[in-house]
């Protein structure tokens, strides 16, 4: 079983940033394929980015804006969020789940779930 905790969440003026961390204590993350999803309140849970042994991937044109990356040493998987808009108001989670042929954008691929951390984009 594999339990994983979010932090970093909280309060930022639009055009902010925010570096949301996910991370565990019971599974090697490098042997993961982890993604980040969010869900706003009233619609349905959303692919924000993801990251296997090979690659980054980003939803849309997030990775304009958001940066995956993982930190071994500290297993820790990480979502670097700059000029945050309104519309990035949402309930954050990571996922993960052992790796297979690469992460994708799909939530029904993950086996493990974060509780999610919120973030909220406003004055």
């Known amino acids: 079983q594999v339990t994983l905790v979010e932090s970093g969440g909280g309060l930022v003026q639009p055009g902010g940033s925010l570096r949301l961390s996910c991370t565990t204590s019971?599974?090697?993350?490098?042997?993961?394929?982890v993604g980040w999803f969010r869900q706003a309140p009233g619609k349905t849970r959303e692919y924000v980015s993801c990251?296997?042994?090979?690659?980054?991937k980003y939803a849309g044109d997030m990775g304009g804006r958001f940066t995956i990356s993982r930190d071994s040493g500290k297993n820790t998987v990480y979502l670097q969020m700059n000029g945050l808009r309104p519309e990035d108001t949402a309930v954050y989670f990571c996922?993960?789940?052992?790796?297979?042929?690469?992460?994708?954008?799909?939530?029904?691929?993950?086996?493990?779930w974060g509780q999610g951390t919120q973030v909220t984009v406003g004055s």
């Open positions: 996922a993960a789940v052992q790796a297979t042929n690469g992460c994708s954008g799909y939530a029904r691929n993950y086996v493990f």
């Open positions: 019971t599974a090697n993350l490098d042997n993961y394929e």
């Open positions: 990251i296997d042994d090979a690659s980054l």
